[in-house]
């Protein structure tokens, strides 16, 4: 028997609505719509009285978790999906369905931090991302944060007021929070598998703070894809046919990566629109 691995998350999904249940009040049919990382909780506990569904102790996943009726959720790799009107979000009718299914868990925090008005640097390891992350993107400044180049960090120590780590791989955190402010802020939503080392005496020193954060609740999702909508911002992406999935996986492994991976089911997998029956 065949199960789902866990390491394929098959969320972030968008498609059209083409049924609705008698008591779905949110959307009908024809409506563009997306699913993100959930697609139930208790909706009674704290954390969902607060609009902070993703925080529920019973919250279930989008894929290999198990619903209140005992059934498996399977996530997106299919051509329809059964989804609670309350767990599924609107996509404005300006926003890309591609370009925004990534927005539904992964974000694009520079792109955000700069339609709010924040200066942005963008610290990376490979030096030649420095072009595309200020021509492309518009970040203000670029940092390179391999050991040889310790210099040019030291050189922004103390500058930032907040940094949102994305790295899932290992690496040290003493050289971020070197080049926070006074009060500056880590805030962590990669997620290595190993435990990174926590340098205390620099956020003694320096009254800095270290936290993380998961993606959002339902309400906090729709407000930013509405911001997104509204401020023309997508995710940069590499669209893909369902039977590439194998290469891309081999891609992976060797870092051959530049923009999100989008899979087209609606036209790969079978011709017709991803459905959605609420």
């Known amino acids: 028997m065949l199960s789902w691995a866990q390491k394929y998350c098959r969320h972030e999904i968008v498609g059209v609505v083409t049924e609705v249940g008698s008591k779905v009040e949110k959307f009908k049919v024809g409506d563009k719509v997306g699913v993100g990382c959930m697609v139930g909780s208790c909706r009674s506990c704290e954390s969902c009285d607060n609009d902070l569904e993703n925080y529920c102790p019973k919250m279930i996943l989008t894929y290999a978790a198990k619903s209140f009726d005992g059934t498996i959720t399977y996530g997106g790799y299919s051509d329809i999906m059964v989804a609670d009107e309350h ?9 890309p369905l591609d370009a925004a299914a990534p927005l539904l868990c992964a974000g694009i925090n520079m792109k ?18 420095k072009e595309e992350a200020i021509d492309h993107l ?3 400044s670029f940092l390179v944060s391999r050991y040889e180049e310790q210099i040019k960090l030291q050189a922004a120590t103390g500058t930032m007021d907040g940094i949102l780590d994305t790295v899932s791989g290992n690496h040290p955190l003493q050289p971020l929070i070197g080049l926070l ?12 598998e ?16 270290i936290g993380g954060t998961f993606f959002g609740g339902m309400k906090e999702i729709q407000e930013m894809i509405d911001f997104a909508a509204e401020h ?31 899979i087209d089911i609606a036209n790969t997998l079978k011709p017709s629109l991803l459905n959605f029956a609420l």
């Not at 402010?181 to 290595?192: D, E, F, M, N």
């Not at 205390?200 to 320096?206: E, M, Q």
């Not at 669209?239 to 999100?260: G, H, S």
Request: aromatic share 6%.
């Open 87 to 95: 767990f599924v979000v609107r996509i404005p009718d300006g926003l």
């Open 112 to 129: 955000f931090a700069k339609a709010l008005g924040a200066k942005v640097t963008v610290i990376s390891t490979p030096s030649n991302k």
């Open 138 to 140: 518009g970040a203000d």
């Open 181 to 192: 402010k006074l009060h500056g802020k880590l805030v962590v939503v990669g997620a290595p």
């Open 194 to 209: 190993k435990p990174l080392e926590l340098p205390v005496f620099p956020l003694l020193t320096g009254r800095k703070k």
């Open 232 to 262: 023309n911002i997508t995710a940069d992406i590499e669209v893909i046919p369902i039977d590439y999935v194998n290469t891309v996986m081999e891609r992976l492994l060797k870092a051959d990566v530049k923009y999100r991976f989008v």
